[in-house]
């Protein structure tokens, strides 16, 4: 089982970027695909979870309104679309999987949720 996350990069503040996390190994179907970050000297943070049953989203409040996160399970990937992105976005985002369980939408925020990570994509917003 891996995932996969990449589409990191430099951007300037109120730009967008694109990630994308992509399983191998199992397929989506009854998931909590979760995306953390990151950023130098901080813990790591829960941003966004989908549920890959039903398409069922969360945000952490720091992106709500500017981050979207949604799913393909026919390409077993699930993509976190970041706009206005801002300087204290710069962090390492990382993808994870957890198994869905009833009332998940209350654990997600907690890495011990989780399977499996993935490696990060680093994020990097200037101003």
């Known amino acids: 089982v891996q995932l996969q996350a990449s589409g990191g990069g430099p951007v300037q503040t109120g730009g967008s970027l694109r990630l994308s996390c992509t399983a191998s190994g199992f397929g989506f179907g009854y998931d909590a695909i979760g995306w953390f970050r990151q950023a130098p000297g901080k813990q790591r943070e829960g941003v966004s979870c989908?549920?890959?049953?039903?398409?069922?989203?969360d945000y952490s409040a720091s992106v709500k309104g500017r981050f979207t996160i949604s799913v393909d399970n026919a390409k077993n990937t699930v993509y976190l679309q970041m706009n206005n992105l801002q300087p204290e976005d710069t962090a390492v985002y990382y993808c994870a999987s957890g198994g869905l369980v009833s009332g998940w939408i209350d654990y997600w925020r907690s890495e011990s949720f989780y399977d499996y990570w993935g490696e990060g994509t680093l994020v990097t917003v200037s101003s």
């Open positions: 989908i549920s890959t049953r039903d398409g069922s989203t």
